[in-house]
């Protein structure tokens, strides 16, 4: 800050200040979705070199000329050149009073000259982009977002090769401003070639930076030698026809005119901006995926949301016939039991009707028959089909889940060690995991035996409290004991004279409803019990099964509402980007 304020305007520091509180901003939202080390530091790195001198970088492949041009804008040979990678540091020039060469890191070299324009500026050399040596290209590459300014240095004889056309993509990429410089123009002596080779480079340059180029055409070894002749003879440097021809004027006019105080405190405005711009691109990018994903991940809750309820609905439509073979037996016991009284109260029979405990042997017989067992059965087997189902169930909605968490199993999201990626990923493992646990030790005799005690016990607390842990036989006689009591009252042998062709019909007529009315109470009771232990065991099922998906839909849910939240938080940085571009403006064309 303390090195810019001098240049600043009211207006401009008001600038900087809501691009310092942008960065910051962008930095707590990258750390939220769990952005790179790498870009945090950049982000950072940005903010910090807003304080700082201006950065001009020099970029172009190892054998472009680079270095030849660096010593022909210093006007001496300080820099040592080569048709080698010779640069395999980066070297940063700065203002010194005496020329100094010392090195603060493995890759950085720091040189300082006497030269009067690097008051201002400080300017980078890199090494060469065409990956002959593959930590030069990379050191390069890290170095392209902290400039300011990018001077990309081509040769004439073979402008624009296949590494430096993806190289200015790079750059591109990191919005930058870019300035073009064609060296050893001299190699190529035919005005036309010439012509052919800049067009060709400003049409290609157009294509790839989205704008027209500014691109200067330079010999840098005719420059460097008509300021060597300079400084012998004391010649006229605008009279010396190696500087005419090597067209290095308009170049350093450029470099040490145009590129005045207010020009650099404008790119040095615009730079963290284009650093923000890629960084939001690529971020909102990510989230879009996550979201896409989690999208898949809502439709899969979803579709096993339907699925439960397409199986509810199912078992309630099954259990109707299951519960069907149950009231089956019972209408079969009323229909035997109406014969029966038919065929047992008549005038013929009276002598055997006053022994009721005959009567009774014959009834139970006859009429109850196998009855408790049938209903036993029955009541078994729906509760195997119960207890089957539901063990399906369970297997067929977690192997959905599995195939769910398999299909994204090599699929990443944003980055190799993304959090969210990984936490997704090991949620849906563990939840597999428990799931096949479950299944595996799934013991369905063990449920059905508990199931069955269950619903037994539902019968006698629903149908028979006063009889007590008897069996379902017992519990039908029991049942049935009024019917008895109104058969056995009347049987006296004092009543023998008034049974008559009227009374005993009657009676027989009144039997066999109570007995209707008896077993259609019973069914009401079984099938009270059996529905309401169905329908709790559906329900208990579904809420197991829904508990254990319970963190990976608690997981999608919240992850969702923090992307959308990021999202909408980066929409706004982007457009805060946008406004202070337009506030800065362009630059001279």
Do not use: C
């Not at 004889?157 to 993806?166: A, H, Y």
């Not at 410089?181 to 800049?198: F, G, M």
């Not at 909102?284 to 096993?304: E, H, V, Y």
């Not at 017989?365 to 207890?387: F, G, N, Y």
């Amino acid at each position: 800050m303390l090195i810019l304020q001098r240049l600043l305007t009211h207006e401009q520091d008001q600038l900087l200040r809501r691009e310092r509180a942008l960065l910051e901003d962008l930095r707590v939202h990258l750390t939220r979705i769990g952005a790179t080390e790498q870009d945090l530091a950049l982000l950072q790195q940005s903010r910090q070199q807003m304080e700082e001198l201006f950065l001009l970088v020099v970029v172009g492949e190892f054998n472009a000329g680079k270095t030849a041009f660096l010593n022909a804008l210093l006007g001496e040979r300080l820099l040592a050149e080569g048709v080698t990678p010779t640069t395999s540091h980066i070297h940063i020039l700065r203002y010194g009073e005496q020329f100094q060469q010392t090195s603060n890191s493995d890759d950085i070299l720091l040189i300082q000259l006497p030269v009067e324009w690097l008051h201002d500026i400080n300017l980078v050399d890199t090494p060469g982009t065409n990956a002959v040596v593959q930590r030069h290209q990379e050191i390069t590459e890290e170095f392209i977002p902290r400039s300011d300014l990018v001077l990309f240095v081509t040769s004439a004889d073979r402008p624009f090769s296949e590494s430096e056309r993806r190289f200015l993509e790079q750059i591109r990429e990191w919005s930058k401003k870019i300035i073009i410089i064609v060296n050893k123009i001299d190699l190529i002596e035919d005005p036309t070639d010439r012509t052919k080779i800049l067009d060709f480079v400003h049409e290609n340059g157009r294509a790839l930076l989205g704008a027209d180029p500014q691109i200067f055409p330079v010999s840098a070894r005719q420059a460097l030698q008509a300021k060597q002749h300079t400084r012998t003879d004391g010649a006229s440097l605008a009279q010396d026809p190696l500087w005419t021809q090597s067209h290095f004027g308009a170049l350093e006019h450029f470099m040490l005119e145009q590129l005045d105080d207010a020009e650099r405190l404008r790119l040095k405005l615009v730079n963290p901006l284009g650093i923000a711009t890629k960084l939001i691109e690529n971020y909102s990018q990510i989230i879009a995926g996550r979201l896409d994903l989690l999208k898949g991940d809502f439709q899969t809750l979803d579709t096993i949301e339907e699925q439960l309820q397409a199986y509810e609905a199912d078992m309630r439509r099954d259990f109707a016939y299951q519960r069907s073979r149950v009231d089956n037996v019972l209408y079969e016991m009323a229909e035997r039991g109406d014969k029966f009284f038919d065929n047992a109260l008549q005038l013929t029979r009276i002598f055997e009707l006053i022994n009721s405990e005959k009567l009774r042997g014959e009834f139970d017989r006859e009429v109850v028959a196998d009855t408790s067992r049938q209903i036993e059965h029955h009541v078994s087997e729906l509760i195997d089909w119960v207890v089957e189902k539901d063990y399906r169930q369970w297997q067929s909605v977690m192997e959905y889940l599995t195939r769910r968490a398999n299909q994204h199993a090599d699929h990443i999201v944003g980055r190799i060690d993304s959090d969210f990626e990984f936490n997704r990923q090991n949620l849906l493992a563990s939840i597999g995991r428990n799931a096949q646990r479950v299944i595996d030790s799934y013991d369905r005799e063990a449920e059905s035996l508990k199931l069955a005690q269950e619903v037994q016990s539902a019968i006698y607390q629903t149908a028979a409290v006063e009889v007590g842990a008897l069996g379902l036989g017992a519990l039908l006689v029991a049942l049935l004991q009024g019917i008895w009591l109104d058969v056995t009252g009347i049987l006296g042998a004092s009543a023998l004279a008034a049974l008559g062709l009227y009374v005993l019909p009657y009676r027989r007529g009144k039997v066999k409803i109570a007995l209707r009315e008896q077993v259609n109470e019973l069914r009401q009771r079984l099938d009270t019990a059996i529905t309401h232990q169905f329908e709790s065991e559906l329900q208990e099922g579904a809420r197991r099964l829904r508990e254990a998906i319970a963190p990976y839909t608690r997981f999608i849910r919240v992850e969702r509402e923090k992307l959308e939240k990021l999202d909408s938080d980066l929409r706004a940085a982007k457009a805060e980007v946008t406004a202070l571009l337009n506030t800065i403006g362009p630059g001279p064309t």
